[in-house]
């Protein structure tokens, strides 16, 4: 079945600093979307990407969908205190019903 | 802004007691979905619901868990007979629409410990 892996697993950096996360799926991805979990909460939908090579940005954080649509990465620029937290991507079954979480990339900013 | 509820916040059970998770999806919404995530794991699909009936389950999805709509408002997830290894947060989510273009949008969640 399809597999959606995602690195790195933990990021820690200084308030300031940049920060990518990356997705892969072991199959092409009809679109791809990205949550955000704080401690102890619950995932929030970021954005969906649904076209090859789309690139969307949200204020500090910049999307982007591969050429393939197999990939996909999340860049913060200039993090926050405000932005620690797990990333995960998701990518639809083939049915369309079920979302597969990757792993996540957990990211932890020290101001 | 309309959000998914979820009762309890917070349940510890005996192994082996049957538990039933709540959960009140947005009102205008049609699909419905539980996942869990075992502590500091990945969220991980359980079962979606539509229209009265299971559209797709995964292999977690045994023959120990049940969903049900009971009436127009609550979605819950029972577990028969519960063990260990069921410890986890239980979201339970709702949509519009599903697959490509949908936007899921969860609950804080239902933290099962298991003892």
């Known amino acids: 079945g399809q597999q959606v892996m995602q690195i790195p697993q933990y990021q820690h950096v200084q308030e300031g600093e940049d920060f990518t996360t990356y997705c892969n799926s072991s199959?092409?991805?009809?679109?791809i979307q990205w949550y955000k979990q704080r401690p102890g909460g619950h995932p929030v939908f970021l954005i969906q990407l649904v076209k090859s090579g789309e690139v969307k940005k949200q204020k500090r954080l910049t999307f982007q969908f591969g050429e393939a649509k197999k990939n996909s990465s999340l860049h913060i620029t200039a993090t926050q205190t405000t932005d620690v937290g797990t990333y995960f991507c998701?990518?639809?079954?083939?049915?369309?019903?079920?979302?597969?979480f990757g792993k996540g990339t957990s990211l932890l900013v020290t101001p | 802004e309309p959000e998914v509820t979820q009762t309890p916040s917070h349940q510890v059970t005996q192994m082996g007691q049957e538990v039933i998770l709540r959960c009140v999806p947005i009102?205008?919404?049609?699909?419905f979905y539980w996942y869990r995530q075992i502590l500091g794991q990945k969220v991980e699909f359980l079962v979606s619901f539509y229209n009265n009936e299971i559209s797709e389950k995964s292999e977690i999805f045994d023959d120990q868990f049940s969903v049900e709509r009971p009436d127009g408002s609550n979605f819950t997830l029972k577990i028969r007979s519960t063990k260990l290894e069921d410890s986890a947060m239980y979201f339970c989510a709702s949509s519009v629409i599903a697959g490509s273009g949908n936007t899921i949008y969860f609950g804080e969640g239902s933290w099962l410990t298991v003892v």
């Open positions: 009102s205008n919404h049609l699909y």
């Open positions: 199959t092409t991805l009809s679109n």
């Open positions: 998701a990518g639809y079954s083939n049915s369309g019903y079920a979302l597969n």
